[in-house]
């Protein structure tokens, strides 16, 4: 098209890429703010994998992935296979993909769902020992339709405006509005929609609630709606077209449905309404006879996935003979127990054994009933398979929406919709179970997707916890939902504490209000949280952030010293399993004995900033790689070596036994742990050292004098960072890849760890002395309270304020 604009990056930086490196972009591009829409991404990558391989293998486990990251923790988009390098082949190749709308359904969906601001990410990948991608050169190309002056100047919402509303809720009671649609015959007929107000309190009302996702608000459609106070007269609606097809799906034939819907049942303009309604979600949802999953209309793939769960379901529990027989309600059990049971038979002939819960002969049978682009949806013929199937049904953004936990969990029975296909969620949620359980993953060899048939892990938490958990536990389970407001990504969650599921009781700290900034929603929420537990362990939950962890999974070019304000509350950016890879969760630390917080600092003026009392014990003046020769995790006797190679072994994992920084390995005898770990980092190694000549790498040695001295090593994985350092004063220790020389080490009252602080300059400093907080450190010797020995009766403390 004539008017189409493009944008590009490039980057040429030799890098070797081994299954135990983290999943990190070699490159991005954001997508420019004047995009109306994205016609195409091409993707081009020069690489080439180790150069040989075994006679047995077809295809090369080394490849590159696209990937998007979204601003304000928004749902991203799957990740999504590019091509494979060429197998066993020594040489550089240079390999294009352009992504279009003549590819076919898979990429040219992937294309039409990006947005203004989007990154656009290429990862590249290798999977099992001896396999590596050496990646010499990428590039990504981007062309867009740009919007004109008035289409940028247009920002419609997926709700109606604060003028649409005549009547407002009580702030005091427990009322809410409802929907009355009457029925139709015809999915094409117009909706007759009116609404009322009811109050909770009443036993005698019923309804049913919608569960959805919300979607971009680039489009709306009108909706007329009447009041029961005043029926002739007709309000118009602008909604998001999600609701329009769910409620056109919804509605019954022969009866009125009575549906609470939070985009329109709520008046999103008004914070104080919308606060206390977020308040009344556990009620609304407990409340309501049945909740309505809404997935979509007019997806052959996720029609497929529902039928396929609903047959495997209906096998193993046996509660439908199926087929012509079936008389159920939604989706028809249409395979016989007979169907099953003669493919598994055929197989067990010919010397195979049938799948786990005999999933993928369910699978087999019901897929020569799927629609041709089914295959085309699940990564092309060749490539489908029960697993890439359920990829593309679990990357429906509603199973990453955070409010759908408590909207499903919380409710009498759920329905999963999409389309005319409706079943039970239980089915869904255990087929889902199902295809995670090793006995069936073991089986499939899918080997760069097993980990996204997985649901969020919060799931399994909440259903599995017989009591509930810690509100911080759950709020760290939750990094991996999205959320169109990040606030919500506490407010929505708030439900599953312990601590803080009597919403409506809540201090005023952590009780949802969205007349607060999201900055101070987070900051309050970790105050609240030190104040009730008198501790900083939520300081180290900190590495559980975007660009906060211990090893760096940010693109290098945003690798600089810009940390979040206020850097030390949490944000709404992460990863569940991030939170994991911290000392603070990995080892039983003391660093400040038995010291609490001091409480009454926590009163302070300024929300975003923290007041905590500590003493600065040292600061950073050199920093190095880790010298692996003295701190090799993996040595004879692991059990006599100080707890520096335990960190290295535990947090940077470059073995793969913790999974933080990719797929994890499991192994579990000891015996086998140390031999395995030995071959695992020697390969790990080798696979940085042995395709390229490469300088060593910079590093810090103790000296017999008690001092360091710089040496250089080739016993390290080029992908781990600088991350040992040495102090003014001649201690030693392990930091995450984003402190830097000059950092102070602080030992803070109701810490367990040291943490690092960076003292605040320039223009923006004033006339107090602040500090930003960079996360924990590990220092030798001070670890287990050495530091108070000497100085029992020394107070040393001073206020330190970190914003």
Not at 313 to 332: I, V
Not at 454 to 471: C, Q, S, V
Request: net charge negative; hydrophobic share 35%.
């Amino acid at each position: 098209m004539a008017n189409t604009k493009k944008c590009s990056a490039s980057r040429a930086h030799p890098i070797q890429v081994h299954d135990h490196c983290p999943d990190r972009p070699y490159i991005e591009l954001r997508i420019p703010s004047d995009a109306k829409s994205v016609e195409a991404v091409t993707f081009t990558a020069i690489a080439h994998d180790q150069g040989w391989a075994s006679s047995e293998n077809t295809v090369s486990f080394t490849w590159f992935e696209a990937s998007v990251r979204r601003p304000g923790g928004r749902s991203n988009l799957r990740s999504m296979i590019i091509m494979h390098n060429q197998l066993a082949d020594p040489e550089f190749h240079e390999q294009t993909s352009r992504w279009s709308a003549e590819s076919g359904l898979l990429q040219r969906s992937w294309v039409q769902a990006l947005e203004p601001g989007d990154v656009v990410q290429l990862i590249p990948k290798a999977r099992y020992p001896c396999w590596v991608n050496i990646v010499k050169e990428c590039r990504i190309g981007i062309e867009y339709e740009p919007a004109s002056e008035e289409q940028r100047k247009r920002h419609p919402k997926p709700y109606p405006g604060a003028e649409s509303y005549t009547y407002a809720l009580s702030l005091t009671t427990k009322e809410i509005r409802l929907l009355t649609v009457q029925p139709a015959t015809n999915i094409t007929d117009k909706l007759d929609v009116s609404w009322s107000i009811s109050n909770l309190d009443d036993k005698e009302i019923k309804f049913s609630a919608l569960s959805y996702c919300w979607g971009a608000p680039l489009d709306t459609v009108e909706m007329m709606v009447s009041s029961d106070l005043e029926p002739e007269k007709k309000t118009t609606f602008d909604i998001n077209p999600t609701v329009d097809l769910a409620l056109r799906r919804l509605r019954r034939s022969d009866q009125v449905l009575h549906i609470w819907i939070d985009a329109i049942c709520i008046n999103q303009e008004n914070y104080e309404e919308r606060s206390r309604q977020v308040g009344l979600m556990r009620d609304i949802f407990s409340r309501a006879e049945r909740v309505h999953i809404w997935l979509g209309e007019g997806h052959d793939g996720v029609d497929a996935c529902l039928r396929i769960a609903r047959n495997v379901y209906n096998y193993n529990l046996k509660d439908c003979p199926g087929g012509t027989d079936c008389n159920c309600d939604g989706t028809r059990h249409s395979l016989t127990f007979k169907d099953v049971d003669t493919l598994a038979e055929s197989k067990r002939a010919r010397g195979l054994l049938p799948t786990f819960h005999h999933m993928d002969e369910v699978f087999r049978l019901l897929e020569p009933s799927f629609p041709d682009n089914v295959a085309d949806w699940a990564g092309g013929s060749k490539a489908t398979s029960l697993a890439t199937l359920m990829v593309g049904l679990i990357s429906n953004p509603w199973f990453s929406r955070v409010w759908v936990v408590q909207e499903v969990l919380l409710s009498q029975q759920a329905f999963v919709h999409s389309s005319k296909e409706v079943i039970p969620w239980i089915e869904l949620r255990q087929t889902s179970e199902w295809l995670e359980d090793p006995k069936f993953t073991h089986w499939h060899f899918d080997y760069h997707i097993q980990s996204h048939t997985a649901m969020p892990a919060i799931w399994k938490r909440l259903r599995t916890n017989k009591e509930l958990p810690d509100i911080l536990d759950v709020f760290l389970d939750g990094h991996d939902l999205r959320a169109s407001d990040p606030r919500d990504k506490i407010f929505a969650l708030l439900v599953f504490g312990n601590e803080t599921h009597a919403v409506q009781n809540l201090d005023k700290l952590i009780r949802p209000d969205y007349n607060k900034s999201t900055e101070q929603v987070f900051a309050d929420f970790s105050r609240w949280w030190i104040r009730e537990k008198r501790s900083l362990d939520i300081l180290s939950a900190i590495h559980s952030q975007q660009g906060r962890t211990w090893r760096q999974t940010l693109y290098e070019s945003h690798g600089d010293d810009q940390l979040p304000h206020p850097s030390w509350a949490l944000g709404s950016t992460g990863r569940s399993k991030w939170s994991k890879a911290s000392l603070c969760a990995q080892f039983d630390f003391c660093a400040t004995g038995k010291r609490e917080a001091d409480i009454s600092l926590l009163e302070a003026s300024d929300p975003l900033k923290l007041l905590l009392r500590g003493r600065r014990i040292s600061r950073i003046s050199c920093m190095g790689y880790i010298p692996i020769e003295d701190m090799y995790p993996y040595g004879e006797h692991p059990e006599q070596q100080s707890e520096a190679p335990s960190i290295i072994d535990r947090i940077f994992d470059p073995c793969g036994f913790t999974g933080f920084w990719g797929i994890e390995i499991i192994v579990h005898d000891a015996k086998d742990k140390l031999m395995r770990s030995r071959t695992e980092y020697r390969d790990h190694t080798n696979a940085h050292w042995a395709y390229c000549s490469r300088s060593k790498l910079p590093s810090l040695c103790p000296t017999e004098a008690g001092g360091f001295c710089s040496y250089e090593t080739d016993k390290l994985p080029t992908c781990l960072e600088k991350s040992f350092f040495v102090t003014e004063d001649g201690m030693s220790g392990l930091c995450p890849w984003m402190a830097k020389e000059g950092d102070f080490i602080a030992l803070l009252d109701g810490g367990k760890v040291p943490y690092l602080l960076r003292q605040v300059t320039g223009p923006n400093a004033g006339k107090e002395e602040v500090f930003q907080f960079v996360g924990e450190c590990y220092v030798e010797g001070i670890m287990h309270g050495e530091y108070f020995e000497d100085r029992r009766d020394l107070d040393d403390s001073e206020v330190l304020a970190i914003v």
